[in-house]
């Protein structure tokens, strides 16, 4: 064996033979069975409840365009849209009778896409594949983790990957060898903190980039509030903090410890990636029938709650690098009949990442108000 048609591995050293079967070590451990394509009979129409922006409409355009030649990076920024930016890209695709999926870094946001997307495209088979969600793998748009990915080998014609800056895609390269095997035509790549890697692409000319750097309701990013003082001077600030909302707030730590440290203090309730209620919390957040909710970095993308405020403590650990906490500030300011609100950074002293974050924020509302000029 040549590649890994699952991982793309070429590394020889990773393969082995069983029984007369060459397997590769490197996603041996990823077992289940593999996507067959399921194609639509008639039209696709999807249906929408509101209308899209014209901002939203131009960029939508372009994207299918775009999708048709080659690899696309859809730059755009926190609480822009960016799953509105590719319903035409999928029906278009579907009405081609070509294959299309999306795959995002982690379970709770294919649960979220899930939903809407069921509703947006009510006539197709919409299928959900993520931990907890195997039984059925086939249907007519595919949104999957990028873990389950290695269920669809040379599989989408089109690719839409979410956010790919984020967590644990960003770092193994297994997975990003999943995404690459499983897509044999083009890739489109959504996120509002483009890496290094995928703006060096741009730049040579392998990737098509298009921008949308305006939220629907037009006002611009909440700019964070940066407070500096030791771990106790963060506590007494956080609590005068909680004190004065009179709305939802989502309290960031850095560690699952301090997490369990503050929910015992503050008396409320902490989320992190094992927990066990995590859905369930979330859901409790989402209905408003929670108040302050204390989580890590499980949070800082994919999930969209309306009116809420922002803190996160300690923001000058490694934990918070400059992408999640630009990503963790977009929390804020998303609806229409909110969208403003507060995000709040605490630390003991500012560091490169949160003048990295602030920088790009005010880049991005000075954007806004050149458009508008």
């Not at 996160?312 to 300011?333: E, K, N, P, W």
């Amino acid at each position: 064996m040549d590649q890994c048609p699952r991982c793309g591995e070429t590394d020889q050293r990773y393969f082995i033979v069983n029984q007369t079967r060459s397997l590769c070590r490197k996603c041996l451990t990823y077992q289940g069975d593999l996507g067959e394509a399921v194609f639509a009979e008639d039209l696709v129409e999807p249906v929408l409840s509101y209308a899209l922006t014209e901002n939203q409409l131009v960029c939508s355009k372009a994207v299918e365009e775009a999708s048709r030649c080659g690899d696309v990076l859809v730059y755009a920024i926190c609480g822009a849209g960016k799953t509105e930016l590719v319903i035409e890209t999928i029906r278009s695709v579907l009405d081609r009778k070509l294959t299309v999926g999306i795959a995002v870094a982690r379970r709770q946001v294919v649960l979220q896409l899930y939903e809407r997307l069921s509703v947006i495209f009510s006539e197709l088979s919409v299928t959900a594949v993520c931990e907890g969600y195997t039984s059925e793998i086939n249907g007519h748009l595919i949104i999957c983790t990028t873990h389950q990915l290695f269920r669809y080998p040379k599989f989408f014609d089109v690719l839409i990957l979410d956010e790919p800056d984020a967590f644990p895609f960003s770092e193994d390269k297994t997975l990003q060898g999943f995404a690459n095997m499983a897509c044999k035509g083009n890739i489109i790549y959504l996120t509002a903190t483009p890496s290094l890697e995928l703006r060096n692409k741009v730049k040579k000319g392998e990737l098509r980039e298009i921008n949308l750097f305006v939220r629907p309701h037009g006002y611009p990013l909440s700019v964070p509030k940066v407070k500096t003082g030791l771990h106790y001077v963060q506590m007494i600030v956080l609590q005068r903090w909680l004190a004065k909302r009179k709305k939802q707030a989502l309290i960031f730590v850095p560690s699952i410890q301090l997490g369990n440290q503050l929910s015992t203090l503050l008396k409320l309730v902490f989320v992190h990636a094992g927990h066990e209620h995590l859905d369930e919390h979330i859901r409790s957040f989402k209905n408003e029938k929670i108040q302050f909710l204390i989580c890590t970095t499980v949070l800082e993308r994919g999930v969209t709650f309306s009116g809420i405020d922002v803190c996160v403590m300690h923001a000058d650990h490694r934990v918070f690098t400059h992408a999640s906490l630009i990503q963790i500030a977009g929390r804020v300011g998303r609806s229409f009949s909110d969208p403003e609100g507060e995000v709040l950074f605490l630390c003991s002293q500012s560091s490169r990442n949160i003048e990295a974050c602030l920088r790009d924020i005010r880049q991005a509302n000075a954007s806004l108000v050149s458009r508008h000029s």
